[in-house]
């Protein structure tokens, strides 16, 4: 627990799935070429590099690597990435797309440097839970025990002198999955991380979200048939409790 207190810009949930993630894949990491495209302390590379993969750390401040081996090199994921076109078998972006405005850029140049049938694996706090829909509702914030995005929280101090946005663009699953999509990276799996006490309690609410999602999907269907395997994807994650009742999103793309 320990290295994880010392990752700071990472939330527990999330390395705990990296953590199993390497161990249960171990055998199939082994050789491939990773690229860690918010690299922070240098934790989640680290886990990559004990599974025998080669890794490439980029981050915008690389001076804050002190866990991965390999040097970490700089990067602004809102501008073309230094990195060759299909060099990598897994892309990973741990708790940072909820600070890039330009989200579908991102997508992009993560396609761009995917292999055919390469993995990104992505971690964001879970807007799509009972608990991130509740506390829009509420305050329009992620959660509703804080105060929603501002000008007073738009820029985060990460040391002095190194800025960067705040937790301006949380994006539900929808909308990943979406811009994921467009750019021919298919969602394989939505991982479960820890469940919300609070999601479990809107659960009462789970009959109503069924009952909509079902006759929205089956509208669609009746007017685009060919595209019906769309529509399911998205019946099946309107639904999902992996969705409704996790704190943080741990989706799994695979570059077609």
């Known amino acids: 627990?320990?290295?994880?207190?010392?990752?700071?810009?990472?939330?527990?949930?999330?390395?705990?799935?990296?953590v199993n993630y390497t161990k249960r894949n171990r055998d199939t990491l082994q050789d491939k070429i990773v690229v860690d495209l918010s690299a922070g302390s240098g934790y989640i590379s680290h886990l990559f590099e004990g599974a025998n993969c080669r890794v490439m750390p980029f981050?915008?401040?690389?001076?804050?690597n002190t866990f991965a081996t390999a040097t970490c090199r700089p990067i602004h994921l809102q501008e073309p990435f230094p990195i060759e076109s299909g060099i990598a078998d897994y892309v990973i972006l741990a708790e940072t797309i909820e600070h890039l405005p330009n989200q579908l850029f991102l997508f992009k140049e993560v396609a761009r440097i995917l292999k055919p049938a390469g993995r990104f694996l992505l971690t964001t706090p879970?807007?799509?839970?009972?608990?991130g829909r509740f506390s829009q509702f509420l305050t329009e914030s992620e959660h509703y025990g804080s105060p929603p995005p501002n000008e007073l929280t738009a820029y985060v101090n990460w040391k002095p002198g190194q800025i960067y946005f705040g937790k301006l663009f949380v994006s539900g699953v929808q909308r990943l999955r979406t811009l994921a999509a467009i750019h021919h990276l298919q969602l394989r799996k939505v991982h479960p991380s820890q469940r919300s006490s609070t999601s479990y309690l809107l659960l009462i609410f789970y009959p109503i979200i069924w009952f909509f999602a079902s006759r929205v999907r089956k509208q669609q269907i009746r007017k685009d048939a060919d595209n019906q395997n769309v529509y399911t994807d998205i019946f099946k994650l309107n639904t999902s409790w992996s969705v409704l009742l996790s704190k943080h999103l741990l989706m799994e793309f695979e570059r077609l």
Do not use: E, Q
């Open 1 to 18: 627990m320990k290295a994880m207190v010392d990752a700071p810009h990472s939330r527990d949930n999330a390395l705990l799935f990296f």
């Open 59 to 64: 981050d915008l401040f690389p001076g804050n």
């Open 126 to 131: 879970n807007g799509s839970s009972l608990r």
